[in-house]
């Protein structure tokens, strides 16, 4: 029987040393919108703080208990929204059972980073395929 398969450059990451993986799937075009709409709530969540911060210093420091569990929450909001990027149980896959911190997801995109760059690379080559020069037309 005759067949076809696409290759849906779907990339397979082994994130820890049970094996588990995640999966970036760069051929839905919604990925990057939604990762980078996660980078700028994850941005704007770290300025909220800021002004928390700022405001706590102004009163004569924050009170350690609430500081924590700002603290706390901020960073679970972060493991959400990983999650909801990346998959169920990204964060448990990748950091183990804590609540990293931002120290952690810092180091955890950068090391995404070069198979961003790698798909960007492979795109870029397809699509040069099927430019105008190529197939003669204007």
Known sequence: ?????VSTSVK?????????????????????????AMLDSIQ?????VQVW?????????????AAAALYRQFH?????????????DTCRKVFG???PGIELFDEFFTQLLPFFEAYGRER????SRYSAGRTANV
Do not use: H, W
């Open 53 to 65: 911060e700022n405001e706590m210093q102004e009163r004569g420091g924050a009170e350690p208990r």
């Open 76 to 88: 679970e909001d972060i493991m959400g929204e990983v999650d909801n990027l990346f998959g169920p």
């Open 97 to 99: 059972e804590i609540v």
């Open 1 to 5: 029987m005759a067949g076809i398969r």
């Open 44 to 48: 704007q969540r770290a300025e909220d």
């Open 12 to 36: 397979k990451i082994e994130v820890n040393d049970q094996g588990e993986f995640i999966t970036l799937n760069f051929s839905d075009n919604s990925f990057p919108d939604r990762f980078f």
């Open 124 to 127: 870029a080559e397809k699509l």
